[in-house]
């Protein structure tokens, strides 16, 4: 899978995912039949969710099958699933074990490690807060693989970040909204702060209160993430059209300034950066010129 279909795919697991689980998403397209053979289609019944805390079995066997199974899992068996997670809540193995998976596959497996802390955040368990906060405090690379414009393993572990915070403010306790709130003005990613303002606003139902704590924290410049429309389960077009419309006349994209013919060079033009320094090699001549040279000499 070459680097911009992992990124599709990633954001397609990001915005499938519910507050506790990343349920997996339905594919953006279908290829054209034309150059690709018809997909197999699974049918018949979903197999039933595992115990998370299964009594028969250690938590190193029973996390990671319901971990498999989460990841197979449809949209309609996502209360299922809660309900599943719910009764392991004051289970501080289970959260261990999860914690210790989510370090083992973090730079191997993104979507399973997604999964694996939308898991631990939905068990509201102290182990398992405690857990996704020092994810969350999780040193962030300045430096790495660039595309696109993009530092491949800051967005990374931006967005796995992102769904830590959403454990910890999904977990309601005073600790948990220390370390959201933090991360609302304070943590490196755009992509971190963003999510944590969601995710504060969206766990007290978008109150006055919550606003006005968060505009204590957030960056002037980032404030309009506050009226940041959001996307509900069960919302029609219509009225998340009519969202954006709002916030977009609320919050206008500011204008281009006009540039001055000739203030800036055709290099510099595009990114406002300097051209960038390209070694220059000499060029040999043609075998033809090469040979007439020396029929000259």
Known sequence: MDWKRDRLFRSCVVL????????????AQEPSR??????????????????????????GESVPVFIDW????????????RKIIAASHSNP??????????????????????????????????????????????????EGTLANGEIVEQTTLGELQSKAVDGLAYAGTKGGDHEVLWAAGSHPSRIVRAEAINAYLWNRKDSDEARTTLQKVVRPDERIF?????YELGMSREEFNEKLA????????????????????????????????????????????????????
């Open 16 to 27: 499938a995912a519910v507050i506790g689980l990343g349920w997996r998403c339905l594919e």
């Open 34 to 59: 034309a150059k690709y053979p018809p997909q197999l289609k699974a049918t018949g019944e979903l197999p039933s969710p595992p115990l998370l805390a299964d009594p028969n079995r250690p938590p």
């Open 70 to 81: 989460a990841s197979r899992s449809g949209i309609g068996q996502r209360e299922e699933g």
């Open 93 to 142: 193995a289970v959260a261990q074990e999860l914690c210790r998976q989510i370090s083992a596959h973090q730079h191997s497996d993104f979507s399973r490690t997604l999964i694996e802390l939308s898991v631990l955040g939905e068990m509201r368990n102290p182990e398992g807060e405690e857990c996704l906060a020092k994810f969350l405090h999780q040193p962030f690379p300045k």
């Open 226 to 230: 506050l009226d940041r429309p959001r």
């Open 246 to 297: 709002a916030y977009a006349k609320k919050h206008p994209a500011p204008k281009p300034a006009r540039r001055a013919p000739g203030k800036l060079t055709a290099a510099q033009g595009v990114g406002d950066r300097p051209a960038p320094e390209v070694e220059r090699k000499p060029v040999s001549q043609p075998p033809q010129a090469s040979q007439a040279s020396k029929e000259t000499k």
